[in-house]
């Protein structure tokens, strides 16, 4: 069962998904375990796992219904989010632009610095690159009731038994300087979401 042309509108505004087995909303945010997270929701909603492609199945399965933030906040279910410190948010980021760059329309990226000048360029407009607050915030507050934080996440919240999936074995190791033009791409993240520089 795929994703219909409302649900892939939803998907692309708010990344929002309702889960009504479960009584939760999820807030998802790219690069911060949104494949994971929305893998357990499936499974755990009696929807058999597809591991084998789980990215083009977890994300536009028919068993996950988009819904608008005014839904989230008025259906009575836990709004559920899961953040990440937004320097290895950034690195998960340019890993995944150098393993699929064709998807990205970003085949000039090669280095940390090439991603971040196109970052600076703010020429991308890929739903990836967001600040997580955009995904998760309204006038400054953080809507979503409970806000995981990936590094520390138990497998086992909601006994949900949440695996990583879409993770990249690469080691890149940011500069002060690199680190420096990532605080300010993301500061509002920083700021808002109480990680630290």
């Known amino acids: 069962m795929r994703l219909g ?8 505004k708010y990344n929002i998904t309702a889960w009504p087995n479960l009584r939760i909303n999820f807030w998802g945010i790219p690069k911060c375990g949104n494949t994971s997270m929305k893998y357990a929701l499936l499974v755990n909603s009696g929807i058999d796992g597809q591991k084998d492609e789980v990215m083009k199945w ?18 009575g279910f836990q709004n559920v989010t ?5 320097y290895d948010r950034f690195v998960s980021m340019y890993k995944d632009v150098l393993r699929r760059p064709k998807m990205f329309r970003l085949n000039s990226v090669k280095s940390v610095d090439s991603f ?14 967001k ?14 009731d409970i806000v995981l934080d990936l590094d520390t996440l138990d497998e086992n919240f909601m006994n949900l038994n949440i695996q990583k999936y879409n993770s990249i074995n690469k080691e890149v190791t ?10 300010e791409l993301y500061r509002q993240d920083f700021e808002l979401l109480g990680y630290h520089e």
């Not at 608008?68 to 906040?73: E, G, H, L, N």
């Open 174 to 183: 940011l500069t002060a300087e690199q680190k420096q033009h990532v605080y």
């Open 58 to 75: 977890v994300h536009n399965h028919g068993g996950a219904k988009y819904i608008d933030i005014q839904t989230a906040r008025n259906n």
């Open 131 to 144: 600040l997580q607050c955009q995904f998760i915030t309204i006038n400054d507050t953080v809507i979503p």
């Open 82 to 86: 899961i953040t990440r410190n937004p």
């Open 116 to 129: 971040i000048k196109v970052l600076d360029n703010k020429s991308v407009k890929d739903m990836h690159f």
């Open 5 to 12: 042309g409302k649900q892939l509108q939803l998907k692309a």
